[in-house]
């Protein structure tokens, strides 16, 4: 991924990625809840999926912000939307506090750490 369209695309769908594995964290506590252990059972690879894919795409932006100079650190991500004002960020910043929320937790799914 070695353009900017290339990275944005990468980024959204890194997005995606995150909002669905929520989405299965989700359903994954409701089934706790209920005890339904055959959903569980169908979840896990799915949810296990979604983390691989996570990882792959955190490697591909990670490897971007030091090819640009920006290094791997905590906050290449928030250096990177602080540079890039208007649609991109717009669209793609509302997801970083998501992310350092994540982070403070001491998780992030790799979304700005690397």
Do not use: N
């Amino acid at each position: 991924m070695g353009d900017h369209a290339g990275f944005v695309a990468g980024l959204r769908a890194e997005r995606e990625s995150f909002h669905a594995l929520c989405k299965l964290l989700e359903s994954e506590q409701a089934c706790l809840v209920k005890g339904d252990v055959d959903s569980l059972l169908e979840i896990a690879p799915l949810k296990s999926e979604r983390v691989d894919r996570l990882q792959e795409l955190e490697q591909q932006r990670v490897g971007y912000l030091d090819s640009i100079g920006l290094g791997t650190g905590q906050t290449t991500m928030i250096d990177w939307l602080a540079v890039h004002a208007g649609a991109e960020r717009a669209e793609l910043g509302t997801d970083v506090s998501c992310a350092e929320l994540a982070i403070g937790m001491g998780g992030g799914f790799g979304l700005v750490q690397s």
